[in-house]
Nanobody, 120 residues
Framework: QVQLVESGGGLVQAGGSLRLSCAATGSIVSINSMGWYRQGPGNRRDMVALINSGDRTNFMDSVKGRFTLSRDDAKNTVYLQMNSLKPEDTALYYC??????????????WGQGTQVTVSS
């Protein structure tokens, strides 16, 4: 069984920084892509940043230049560094991963969500 364990998040003033971490644990053969989505109140869940097995990253337009995504393959962990945070970044952030487990099936996995609140 595969799980995504998130950490980080919290309350920060506008202009501040936070770092989110997400570790994939369990019966993992390979991780195709991994990253973060977010969902604000009354909004849909949108992709924030993703990194694939070839180290290619994609970011939503509104966070480009402010957020970076990195990964530690040895730990099956990704890190979302969020700088110059704005109130509109306030949302519940979900870790996402596309993982092949030991049963050779590729599945989407989601974390439980971690709240990021940016005060003005």
């Amino acid at each position: 069984q595969v799980q995504l364990v998130e950490s980080g998040g919290g309350l920060v003033q506008a202009g501040g920084s936070l770092r989110l971490s997400c570790a994939a644990t369990g019966s993992i053969v390979s991780i195709n892509s991994m990253g973060w989505y977010r969902q604000g109140p009354g909004n849909r869940r949108d992709m924030v940043a993703l990194i694939n097995s070839g180290d290619r990253t994609n970011f939503m337009d509104s966070v480009k230049g402010r957020f970076t995504l990195s990964r530690d393959d040895a730990k099956n962990t990704v890190y979302l560094q969020m700088n110059s945070l704005k109130p509109e970044d306030t949302a519940l952030y979900y870790c996402f991963a596309l993982i092949q487990s030991t049963d050779n099936i590729l599945r989407n996995y989601w974390g439980q969500g971690t709240q990021v609140t940016v005060s003005s």
